[in-house]
Structure formats: C-alpha cells, structure tokens
C-alpha cells in the first residue's frame, strides 16, 4: 500500500512558466512533508520542508503547499528554469521515533527553453 | 551544509563476486544510516535501517544474508551484495541522519553507487 503517491510520472513546462508538482498521502501520521530533487547518477538533494501544522511555506522560487483535509500537497516553482530539469520526489515523515521517510515514486520535470 | 560520500560511484563485476559500497558522513555523526535502491524510472526502495553498533533492519522482502550491512562507527556503513547475479544491478543511495539535529530534513544523502553485474 502506498502511502505517498505522486500520479504524474512526467511534467514538462515552458521556461519562465510556473511548474506544479502534486503529492498525495493516506496517512495522517505524518509531521513533516518533503520535497527532494534529483539529477541522473546522483543522489536526492533536499529542496524544501512544510510542518503538518503549516500550509504554505516559501523560499525563493519554491513554494510547498499543504491542505490537509485533502491529504494533498504540491510544490510550486515560478519562474521554472532548464536546470530544475530533474526528478522530484515527495517524502513525509511519520511522527513517533522510526522517523523513516517514505517516498512518492517521483515526478520527471522537464523545463523546455 | 551535511555531506554524505559513498564510494565506489559506480562498480561493474562479474557474476557470482561480492561488491562493498561505502557510506561515510563527512562533517557529521550518523547514528543511522539508510540504504536504498532505486530501479530506472522508479522510486526509492528502502532495503534497510543502520544502526552504529547494533544489527541493520530490513525491510520485508529483501535478503539479509544477500545484502550484508556494517555500520561500526558514527561515520561509516558499508553495504555488501554477496554473490552478485545481473538482477542486482541497480543504483544504491545511502543517507544518513544527524543526531543533532531534529529538523525535518534530517536525512543527507549520498551521491549514490551505480552496480552493474555482468
């Protein structure tokens, strides 16, 4: 059963355009949802955090929002630029000790100049 | 910020040999360490949970006497795949998390190791 899902596979978006890359999760015992990017060969690298008792939070070219009564957050980046070319995976982060986050499967984002 | 090494960055070997991938945190002290896999055009698998000085835990449907995991210090896990066949060729990510801190973005991963097992 998954728990975090991401049901675009793929995106692709216009250079300058703003880029929505959407989350979905059934469990409501999560504190902390992630956003995390990833280049071809390398690892994740982590983007941008929201608390479960927040609904927005921003920084810079990335804004995470989070509605709860859906279950449902996305990640906005504005203006997208050819280098945010990458896979984007969704993590959140189960309250209580284990603390092991749990992925989405991951959105292809493909800026085009 | 945390950096998290892992080495080789990527290894070929024959079937049927054992291959050691290393994780090391750099500038901080893991008390676990987590290892991944990931398939092309996939997710990321957790295979297993390391713990320094105690046993690793791993999830269901992934071999422990396969996939040996060490971490004997505060900065080192390694990850051996024992007999290595073709359908273990895959990409392996290591992260680890920092005992001091208690932010959300706990996990630093590695650059990741890509086996291939001809």
């Known amino acids: 059963d998954q728990q975090v899902k991401q049901n675009s596979p793929s995106l692709s978006v216009q250079e300058g355009r703003i880029s929505i890359l959407n989350c979905d999760y059934t469990n409501s015992m999560f504190d902390y949802f992630l956003w995390y990017k990833k280049y071809p060969a390398e690892g994740p690298t982590f983007l941008i955090s929201?608390?479960?008792?927040?609904d927005k939070n921003e920084d810079g070219r990335f804004t995470v929002f989070l509605n709860k009564s859906a279950k449902h957050l996305s990640l906005h980046i504005v203006p997208s630029q050819p280098g945010d070319s990458a896979v984007y995976f969704c993590?959140?982060?189960?309250?209580?000790?284990?603390?092991?986050?749990?992925f989405g499967s991951g959105t292809q984002l493909t800026v085009l100049p | 910020g945390a950096v998290v090494s892992q080495h080789p960055s990527w290894v070929i070997c024959k079937s049927g040999t054992s291959v050691k991938i290393e994780c090391r945190s750099l500038?901080?002290?893991?008390?676990?360490m987590f290892w991944y896999r990931q398939f092309p055009k996939q997710s990321l698998m957790l295979m297993a949970t390391?713990?320094?000085?105690?046993?690793?835990?791993?999830e269901q449907g992934v071999e422990k006497d396969k996939f040996l995991i060490n971490h004997a210090s505060l900065t080192l896990s390694t990850l051996t795949v024992t007999s290595a066949h073709p359908e273990d060729s895959s990409f392996y990510i290591c992260?680890?998390?920092?005992?001091?801190?208690?932010?959300?973005?706990?996990?630093?991963f590695g650059p990741g190791t890509r086996l291939t097992v001809t």
């Open positions: 993590a959140a982060r189960p309250t209580g000790s284990a603390r092991q986050l749990t």
């Open positions: 992260s680890a998390r920092d005992i001091h801190l208690a932010g959300a973005y706990e996990q630093y």
């Open positions: 390391s713990n320094e000085g105690s046993k690793a835990t791993y």
């Open positions: 929201i608390s479960s008792i927040k």
């Open positions: 500038d901080f002290q893991a008390t676990t």
